[in-house]
């Protein structure tokens, strides 16, 4: 299984890798290849294989559209198909719900994020692999600065990085795919509500999230916002960081912040497309930004690291604590830089909190 939003390259990818391999590939966005799939699982799983072109490998892109995908892909699996079979999904939503229990033990998931920022420098005209990262912060700040506001302002998706009509793409990204795959989960009947809500959580990026605040805002119970910002998450538009704490009398335990994958949506949602580096957001915009970037690559690498904020009681805060194994590390984003993090964390927990400043060489 691949997952990842909409437009961020699973189909490209794929495409790419398995070029000149015998492929068969099917879009269940597309009612005739739907029906095509359905009319296969109601033969034997040998002759459903020969009716779509016995491939070596099969693709089925948009799996979670139908939800007997799972079921269908199951029994080939057990009748020991020699096709391998790849399923693409744009949410979690159905595809890990419908189709992950009848495929337990049977897959593999790969989540493909917005590109990372290390991948977009990579592709410049002036990078070159026998650079050191000294060498590249010492010959090409200027350029650097200024692909890093671009990334901060106008996100990561591939498409948007390579078009010269970035504003324009994201704003019918938000509207056209974004919020199609969020409405088409049949969960939610009132579009503006969603548009209010991600409103909402884009203007308190880097912000403890009270549900119930949001709640009385938009007009709608508790229960509710809870299901929609799963939602949002499980269609990877936003990600939530847990409080993490071993002292519950000293620590706040069981409060969550909100991030959104992709800044460029974030800033399409609230139509704010300056690249000025003294907006007033641009503390938030890089808490989002830095704490995104590390989510992406943990995710890229199987999630192994489990990813936190801290605050205290006492109002002693760390914005990202990265829990590995036994190993625990700070981390405090300051934009123009600033002084050592909270001493009480470090304290505690017997570690430095790092400042990660708006020029660092750990995204290169």
Request: proline share 4%; charged share 20%.
């Given at each position: 299984m691949v997952l990842g939003a909409r437009q961020v390259g699973k189909t490209t990818l794929v495409k790419h890798v398995l070029e000149g391999k015998n492929?068969?590939?099917?879009?269940l966005d597309i009612e005739v290849e739907k029906q095509r799939l359905l009319a296969a699982s109601n033969l034997s799983p040998k002759e459903a294989i020969l009716s779509l072109g016995a491939p070596s490998i099969l693709i089925i892109d948009e799996a979670q559209r139908l939800s007997e995908?799972?079921?269908?892909?199951?029994?080939?699996?057990?009748?020991?198909?020699?096709?391998?079979?790849?399923?693409?999904?744009?949410?979690?939503?159905n595809l890990l719900d419908q189709s992950a229990e009848s495929l337990t033990g049977r897959n593999l998931k790969l989540f493909l994020t917005?590109?990372?920022?290390?991948?977009?420098?990579?592709?410049?005209?002036?990078?070159?692999?026998?650079?050191?990262?000294?060498?590249?912060?010492?010959?090409?700040?200027?350029?650097?600065?200024?692909?890093?506001?671009?990334?901060?302002?106008?996100?990561?998706?591939?498409?948007?990085?390579?078009?010269?009509?970035?504003?324009?793409?994201?704003?019918?990204?938000?509207?056209d795919y974004l919020l199609k795959d969020i409405l088409q989960s049949g969960l939610l009947k009132n579009p503006d509500l969603i548009r209010r809500l991600l409103m909402l959580l884009a203007h308190q990026v880097g912000s403890e999230v009270s549900v119930n605040e949001l709640a009385v805002n938009l007009g709608i119970s508790r229960v509710t916002i809870e299901s929609y910002l799963d939602l949002l998450e499980r269609t990877f538009?936003?990600?939530?960081?847990?409080?993490?704490?071993?002292?519950?009398?000293?620590?706040?335990?069981?409060?969550?912040?909100?991030y959104f994958w992709d800044l460029g949506i974030r800033n399409a949602i609230l139509n704010e497309f300056s690249i000025n580096p003294l907006r007033s957001d641009i503390g938030k915009l890089w808490e989002n930004w830095v704490i995104a970037e590390i989510a992406k690559k943990n995710l890229q690498e199987g999630g192994t690291k489990?990813?936190?904020f801290w605050r205290s009681r006492g109002g002693g805060e760390v914005d990202l604590v990265i829990k590995d194994g036994e190993?625990?590390?700070?981390?405090?984003?300051?934009?123009?830089?600033?002084?050592?993090?909270?001493?009480?964390?470090s304290e505690l927990y017997k570690t430095p909190v790092n400042i990660i400043e708006s020029f660092h060489p750990?995204?290169?």
């Open positions: 492929i068969f590939f099917l879009n995908t799972g079921r269908i892909i199951k029994g080939w699996y057990d009748a020991e198909v020699a096709t391998k079979i790849i399923l693409l999904g744009s949410s979690s939503l917005p590109l990372l920022f290390e991948e977009i420098i990579s592709t410049q005209s002036w990078y070159s692999i026998i650079f050191s990262k000294e060498q590249i912060e010492k010959d090409f700040q200027p350029q650097i600065k200024t692909l890093l506001m671009q990334t901060m302002v106008f996100g990561n998706y591939p498409e948007v990085v390579t078009s010269p009509n970035k504003t324009e793409l994201l704003t019918n990204l938000v509207s538009v936003i990600f939530r960081l847990p409080a993490f704490s071993t002292n519950a009398r000293k620590e706040i335990a069981k409060s969550k912040k909100i489990s990813l936190y190993k625990i590390a700070g981390y405090e984003m300051k934009w123009s830089g600033g002084k050592a993090g909270s001493r009480v964390f750990l995204f290169f």
